[in-house]
């Protein structure tokens, strides 16, 4: 047997970048290290320049994540005191769509003098909200085309996208759009970095830039229908090349061997996305087990071995998940927020007061009275919508609604019924999914939510009539990158030759499992009947009433 | 000019009683006195036997009707200082139904010592709601039979009215409705008692006891067939001399006059009810003019000179308020409670800081950040049905909806919505008597929320387009039982000849008036539109999905 080999995992989030380095024969954790971004997400002012940012402006600086390389990795290596020799591949997971404007020697146009002042030539991040004009005409234009690869997202892209946000630099800073060599993901520019090699990643390139592994990117008659200038859109400032997951996009460069400490010339993985990275980190490499990463929102992600076009889903795409197999992505746009806010603004003083002198928190004081009831007990239903619908509605003005609602109705009463309504969206994503032939048999969790609220993972079991288990993995998508980076190295180095290979050596399940309990699922088979008739009546055109109330909000605002 | 004269006015509650002693010039409030029945509403336990309630028992004791005489009239005498030869009549207000079975002489069965043990011989209260088997049943029989009378009540009769209750006793203690010599309404009770004279009033017969001015009763066939022992009902235990409000049901006797210090012989009016005794009391006395007594629940009346049947109503009936005109009733079940559950179950601890913080309460902090809003900003609408849906409805199935709610709504956002989701509904009953040719231009509200609630008030003016003004009375019932005692004793006595002329003199408004405001009434217009789609989908068999929650709560308890 060979001596202990590292894989290291880096996770560049929203707000800091991590890195953690675990043992490639079991996927033990050893050690990890946080580093924040200096500038954080940048949204009101440019960072050394007084140049303020329209609304809707979400940027970041990519010395942000150089720094995250600099500081984390000397630290993990530090604190778990192997010897480097042992670490044999680094990997990488990113936010996306999070893109560059870079130079030919892939400098981001940002850092350069003549430039820095620019908005558009700084790092747009996922959640730049100001490309919806592009957005919304994209799909304008494509609907009227017809144009068939629409279908994979759903029928609807968003502004978080690539194509949107490159096409509002061209409408609004025209002279960046011409002075970038090319644009990159922020995924695949990080690799650029580690290994002086461009290997665009088929994870970002399927889920946020219409990119397809047989029909390739929309046509360019496509793109010059949106913008004459837009034409050569793809050959100019991108590339049809596209790697598949899993590959080794290069060896570490020598002045990236000196910043971290690492060996010069260790594998480095293809890059990916943070969501997507997580499946194989909760042990999942085929089809028929979903995973959901529960948080503030939930993504659902599955895999199948066909392509089928599931009505509003995020995205299928080939190789974007496990390479080998379409993954599928939906979403919810509201699910701890919602616990959140309904704790914040809906829980009564008593229940405070409770809660202190118990010295416990509201949220569990609410869960545990929820959690006495039996379901369909208070009598309510409620859609999930309080931050519109994402899958498979894909409509981000519908709204929240409760109904049910008596005299005698009490807050943990509407806290269960939200939880129950996530858990009722989360099945119908299932039943699109069945409906379209992508099976979903098991669901496994991760996230910061299953780890908390069992009575939540109870519901969903009991809703979804499947089990529900939980990803053992802190940090799900390091570990999915620390995968990677073994997968990279390959087998002969002491890694794998596969993600299929490495999932079940390196990822793992809490032993607890969620069964469904047979009487539950009888009685939320009939208010689940319910939900999906409000479903279709709210949300397919039986009645547009919440888009007219907040059409009638913005109307009603002092001074509109 | 003639010395001054006075009027007592005694209005009977749920929970005690009161009497009123005002100027007949100018119905200037003098003196009044409460007394609170000693056994209060009778739901647990028979006085004086240990004697346990079913569920859904609420009974009274008579003699503490007559407490309230012995007590109040003297206080307000002595209270008020006046001559007890310028007293020149008293009238009466009572819940209803609330009913009795008496003996030949009319003593209450339950004041005999052979049948106080039973519950069936005490006074049923209004919110005796044992009986709803036999409503139940009544209605279907009578739409079976087409019985035309029924759509006088918008289709369906309530658990709370004389028959249902009288064949609960037949049902369940035969002995007792054997062994009545007949059956009264306390309202016309206390008048046999002050009087010595049966005079069954117009009101209660109209409002609970099917009784029609021109039709009668229905006929003895419609009885038959509820039970062949009640087809004798009417002319076995009531009678079908009914007399008209505002005419004089006798003279004070002697024993009453000692009672309570007042002349014998002084004018007693015919007994009315608490409710539509208002209405004069709230200055109206003809058509177009409609009172809501705002509290817990709405009560809406209005007057017509001709009969129609609109859809939904409680009830309509010639000689019902005014003499000579028709009187309308609808009603909301929910709303002063309404706003009192919101505060207590929804309003978040913060807010409990900030009201104690500034020394008011909870109710008042709500309603100064509701009023901070404009009319549609909170982008929510609600189905105001947390206890059912009374007009035009008539559902108790129905539950509450809210729809438009979002990571953004706050507290007041929904309390907003509450309250202008039962304007909302009065709008719905507005119209509907609208559509039925009976005409509502202006509003006239009374009762406990006008005077608190300024907010309620101006978005109610808002949502129906019409003015709103409130009754000047502190105690409306109690008023207008003192204006028909001024009736019953004539103007050759200092008093009126008739309603009509008393109301003008008598009762009086406050001097501010909540005009609409055009711009609000437009954006609740469109809301109301919206409004007035849910309350159709969710009421009238678009989707039932409320009435199927209802269900599977109940089989959901635990037990069940």
Redesign the interface.
């Known amino acids: 047997m060979n001596k202990q080999k590292y894989a290291i995992g880096l996770d560049f989030g929203t707000e800091s970048g991590r890195a953690l380095l675990v043992d490639v024969a079991d996927g033990r954790e050893v050690a990890s290290a946080v580093h924040p971004y200096r500038d954080g997400v940048i949204d009101q002012v440019l960072p050394g320049a007084d140049v303020e940012l329209p609304q809707d402006f979400a940027l970041q600086n990519p010395a942000d994540y150089i720094e995250v390389l600099r500081v984390t990795i000397p630290t993990v290596l530090r604190k778990a005191g192997v010897d480097v020799q042992d670490v044999i591949g680094v990997g990488t997971d990113f936010t996306a769509c999070t893109m560059l404007p870079v130079d030919r020697a892939g400098t981001p146009l940002c850092q350069k003098a003549e430039w820095r002042d620019n908005p558009h030539a700084w790092v747009k991040l996922w959640k730049h909200h100001a490309a919806q004009p592009e957005a919304h005409r994209l799909n304008e234009i494509a609907r009227e085309r017809g144009e068939g690869w629409l279908q994979r997202y759903g029928g609807k892209i968003s502004s978080e996208w690539l194509f949107p946000k490159i096409w509002e630099t061209l409408n609004k800073a025209p002279e960046v759009y011409h002075a970038a060599d090319r644009y990159l993901e922020a995924a695949d520019w990080i690799v650029l970095q580690m290994t002086g090699q461009e290997r665009r990643n088929s994870c970002t390139a399927g889920y946020k830039a219409l990119w397809h592994k047989r029909e390739g990117y929309p046509d360019d008659e496509f793109f010059a229908a949106l913008d004459p200038r837009l034409r050569d859109v793809v050959d100019a400032k991108l590339s049809r090349q596209i790697y598949s997951l899993g590959q080794r996009a290069g060896g570490l460069t020598p002045a990236m061997a000196e910043l971290t400490g690492l060996r010069p010339g260790i594998a480095v993985s293809i890059g990916h996305l943070d969501a997507h990275i997580s499946v194989p980190a909760a042990t999942i490499v085929e089809p028929g087990r979903m995973v959901i990463i529960m948080g503030t929102s939930n993504c659902h992600m599955v895999l199948s071995t066909d392509e089928h076009l599931v009505p509003g889903m995020c995205g299928v795409v080939e190789d974007g998940i496990i390479p080998g197999l379409f993954g599928y992505e939906a979403g919810q746009s ?1 699910v701890g ?2 616990f959140a ?1 309904f704790v ?6 008593a ?3 409770e809660a202190r002198s118990r010295a416990i928190n ?1 949220h569990q004081l609410v869960e545990e009275k929820s959690a006495r009831q ?8 409620a859609l999930d919508w ?2 519109g619908n994402r899958s498979v509605l894909m409509d981000a003005d519908l ?9 005698s ?3 943990e009463d509407v806290y269960r019924a939200l939880i129950e309504a996530t858990a009722y969206g989360t099945r119908m994503i299932i039943d699109t999914f069945a409906k379209s032939s992508v099976a979903v048999n098991e669901i496994v969790a991760c996230g910061g939510l299953p780890e908390r609220n069992k009575l939540l993972m109870q519901i969903y079991a009991d809703v979804t009539g499947r089990e529900m288990r939980v990803s053992a993995a802190q940090q799900t998508a390091a570990l999915g990158a620390a995968m990677f980076g073994a997968v990279a190295a390959g087998r002969a180095a002491g890694g794998y030759d596969s993600i299929v290979q490495a999932a079940p050596r390196m990822a793992r399940l809490k032993d607890e499992v969620y069964r469904p309990i047979t009487a539950h699922t009888a ?1 939320y088979d ?2 689940y009947a ?1 939900y999906a ?2 479903h279709d ?2 949300g397919r055109d039986g ?1 547009d ?2 888009k ?3 059409a ?2 913005t ?4 001074g509109a």
Chains 1, 2 share one sequence.
């Open positions: 509201c927020d919602h806010w914040r603004n809906c829980a009564p003083a229940y405070q007061e509201l039996q379901p369909g007990e208070h009598g309510l239903l309080w931050n709204s929240g609604m409760l109904v049910g609602a008596t005299l109705t009490k807050a009685m009939q208010i319910e008739r409000l009546y709210f009645n009433v919440m007219r109330l907040k009638l909000k109307g009603a605002q002092p």
